[in-house]
């Protein structure tokens, strides 16, 4: 369950005299009495569909926020955007953000599982999940469409799209700009600011930067004797550590060129650094009773806090990224109306994730069962990803009966996974005498390491005709067609026979495995204009992700590749553009999807510590609705959104992995089989699909005179609990204790008793 809350007062538009001057001042009559200036929501645009239209009177079901209200409502990175729209999930796992859409997008952590919810930076897609949390300064606007998006965003989009557009810089202005400063607890520091400069009537640029430093939240503990901590001062004693201290900074150089009044050049340069310095976590044994026994073995608990801030950990933590993002957009505007757009995107980064993989700065206590020891497992990766996209639009004019949108995309994007064998696991800090395989490190039972690059390749073309068959009475249809590929091309380094079996020698297998697939989405829409206020919507729409590479695990090969999914959402809304004499505007909708093939990991009963990925077979349900509501009354804004969601799995029996070395038998997903531990999880919700959503914001503007106001401002956000397991099981079963399996789900005693 997470919740937010954020408090916040600024005095703006501060007086500067000279040639520069505060960004989007707010004016304030004499008579301060006078609140009817305030009374006033205005019109929200979306861009989604490539061309710029008031949301209430499209038929998507989208959250809008300005420049403005981002600051205003604390939208700091992706993160907080499921505490400003209704049904969304943002889970931030090591380098990755897990960003799900009504139950749809990324149920599992690891980079060939693919997005399904896809970031859009100034018309341009970004990193597919990793490196997507970079901060929001000098924007524009931020929409987050929910449901699929298969026709203009296509691939990765069956969750829903998110477009994050800067500001612009101004052509045949003054040099103007804005500076925000920021103080919190944990000595959180942080300042951002743009400056316009005009070069020309036809040429100008913008200059925009970030940076923020904070403490961390957590405090590592460090009980390990290798690491000769004096006794009870276990805190951050061994050298290196960084218990996740944040220091970030970003800068951004827009250009914007317009020779002629048809032609328009724009061009933005990105560079960021973010270094979070670890990504902390607590293991489950660590909140149980001292002494007591740790499932599924038995084990007893050597230690016992139930702080969840104390981390525990004797291994390094990093995490940082690096990236750099080119986008270079070109418009044209022929004199029938026409228009013809390109967006050119290139995007190269750099991630880096350690971590104490088992969570604990003294082993792990259920290893003795099955390794005889505990083990000191760590991770660590350093990564380069690169991707490379081209979009040619032809936009017809918006003022006609029909209206209609063609376009061609295609996109690469890279992972590198860098040499000599940077993305490891293994006992200890290290591999003895380093990544690459030698002598030193033959016999280190578990360890596992690849080198080389997995390239991925999307073309599509795609196109939406919308016809207006009265004045208050339209349709559209948009249809898309999408190619995907996947290809490894990595060295594989494990010690043992698939994982499972010990031998003497490790083994280094050649992995080059490819998937590929395709499919045509589609959207159909009715819409109708009953009163001036009033729209009303129903749609059908479908989004495609394509499927993904088991890593091999055998010279043999390993598990085939895992498929492609879809779904198929049914929709209906209403919008309501003016309430209480326009004081108030409201969205309301309702929608059923079909989620085919939900795509999830499983380990082997047999090979323990081999995982592998596959479809969820039928498909998982999910209906619910979404409502939102802007209001404003004189100084007084308001803002409000719930979202309520029921999500169903299909019929599918597999093993928890958590219980994996106590499965012995066998299970067959469609099946089931007649291991005590093969449970059928049909009936329970999908993953990061919380039932219950909803935020709540309220600010008031007070004159302070000369101009200024000073603004305070109230947030509230709800998240209700979700399952990060298809299980829903909270506890581990005991060894002593098996489950019992009946006709559908298998009933279990806590590892607690």
């Known amino acids: 369950m997470n919740r937010a809350i954020t408090l916040s007062a600024f005095v703006l538009a501060l007086a500067y005299c000279g040639t520069s001057q505060a960004a989007q001042t707010p004016s304030t009559d004499k008579d301060s009495s006078k609140d009817s200036k305030y009374a006033n929501i205005e019109t929200i645009v979306v861009t989604g569909e490539r061309r710029t239209e008031n949301l209430m009177k499209t038929p998507v079901a989208a959250s809008v926020i300005s420049g403005a209200e981002v600051q205003n409502r604390d939208v700091v990175n992706v993160n907080s955007l499921q505490f400003i729209a209704p049904n969304i999930t943002v889970n931030d796992l090591g380098q990755g953000v897990d960003f799900n859409v009504r139950g749809i997008g990324k149920g599992e952590h690891n980079t060939q599982t693919p997005v399904g919810v896809v970031t859009y930076r100034d018309g341009a897609a970004t990193f597919p999940g990793y490196m997507t949390a ?200 022929f004199n029938n109306g026409v228009k013809l757009q390109s967006v050119t995107d290139y995007n190269y980064g750099r991630g880096l994730w350690r971590t104490d993989l088992d969570l604990t700065d003294y082993g792990n206590p259920s290893d003795v069962a099955y390794f005889g020891s505990t083990s000191n497992w760590t991770f660590y990766d350093s990564v380069d990803e690169m991707t490379v996209s081209q979009e040619f639009d032809v936009i017809s004019p918006s003022d006609q009966p029909v209206t209609w949108v063609a376009g061609l995309y295609a996109q690469k994007n890279n992972y590198y996974w860098r040499k000599p064998y940077q993305f490891w696991i293994a006992v200890g800090d290290r591999f003895p005498g380093g990544p690459t395989p030698n002598a030193a490190n033959y016999y280190q039972y578990t360890s596992w390491s690849i080198q080389g690059e997995t390239p991925n390749r999307d073309i599509a073309a795609f196109g939406q005709v919308r016809a207006k068959f009265t004045d208050t009475v339209s349709a559209s249809l948009g249809l898309r067609w999408t190619r995907t590929r996947s290809h490894n091309n990595v060295d594989l380094w494990s010690y043992g026979n698939g994982f499972g079996v ?101 380990s082997d009963p047999l090979v323990p510590l081999q995982t592998y990925e596959i479809n969820l077979p039928k498909s998982t349900k999910m209906y619910g609705f979404e409502g939102e509501v802007q209001a404003a009354f004189g100084r007084l804004s308001l803002t409000a959104t719930i979202g309520w969601l029921k999500s169903k799995l299909a019929d599918f029996w597999a093993v928890d992995p958590r219980n994996r070395y106590l499965a012995s038998g066998t299970c067959d997903p469609l099946t089931g089989g007649a291991d005590p531990y093969c449970v059928n999880v049909g009936g329970n919700p999908i993953t990061y699909a919380p039932k219950f959503t909803y935020n709540l914001g309220a600010q008031y503007t007070i004159a302070v005179g000369n101009g200024n106001t000073l603004t305070p401002r109230i947030n509230y956000a709800h998240v209700a609990s979700q399952w990060a397991s298809i299980f829903d099981d909270p506890a581990l079963v005991t060894a002593s204790a098996p489950a019992t399996c009946g006709a559908r789900n298998c009933s279990t005693t806590p590892a607690n008793g």
């Open 502 to 602: 010990t031998t003497l020698t490790p083994s280094v297998y050649q992995d080059v495995q490819t998937q590929q697939s395709s499919a045509v989405t589609y959207k159909a829409s009715i819409d109708w204009n009953v009163t001036d206020n009033d729209f009303v919507y129903a749609f059908v729409a479908t989004g495609y992700t394509g499927g993904g590479l088991n890593t091999f695990t055998s010279a043999s090969g390993g598990p085939a590749p895992f498929g492609k999914v879809t779904d198929t959402d049914y929709e209906v809304g209403w919008k309501r553009t003016s309430w209480l004499d326009g004081r108030m505007q409201t969205q309301l909708n309702a929608f059923y999807t079909l989620y085919k093939d939900f795509q999830i990991t499983l």
């Open 134 to 333: 970079e901060p929001y300064y000098d924007i524009k606007s931020v929409e987050v469409y929910r449901g699929p998006q298969g026709t203009f965003v296509g691939q990765n989009a069956t969750g829903g799209a998110v477009f994050v557009t800067t500001n612009n810089p101004r052509l045949g202005g003054i040099t103007e700009g804005y500076a925000q400063l920021q103080y919190g607890n944990y000595n959180d520091m942080q300042a951002q600011g743009a400056v316009d400069i005009p070069v020309s009537d036809t040429f100008a640029m913008r200059i925009a930067g970030f940076g923020e430093t904070r403490n961390s939240f957590y405090t590592i503990i460090d009980r390990s004797p290798a690491d000769n901590c004096p006794n009870y001062q276990y805190e951050n004693c061994k050298p290196g550590y960084n218990t996740g201290d944040l220091r970030q900074a970003a800068g951004r150089l827009s250009l914007l060129w317009q020779p002629v009044d048809a032609l328009t050049v724009s061009l933005k340069y990105d560079v960021m650094s973010q270094n979070f310095g670890a990504s902390p976590a607590v293991p489950y044994s660590q909140i149980m009773p001292l002494g007591a026994p740790v499932a599924p073995y038995g084990t007893p608990n050597p230690y016992s806090d139930t702080n969840l801030f104390h981390i525990t950990a004797n291994a390094p933590e990093d995490r940082y990224d690096r990236e750099q993002r080119t986008i270079l957009k070109i418009e044209y505007l």
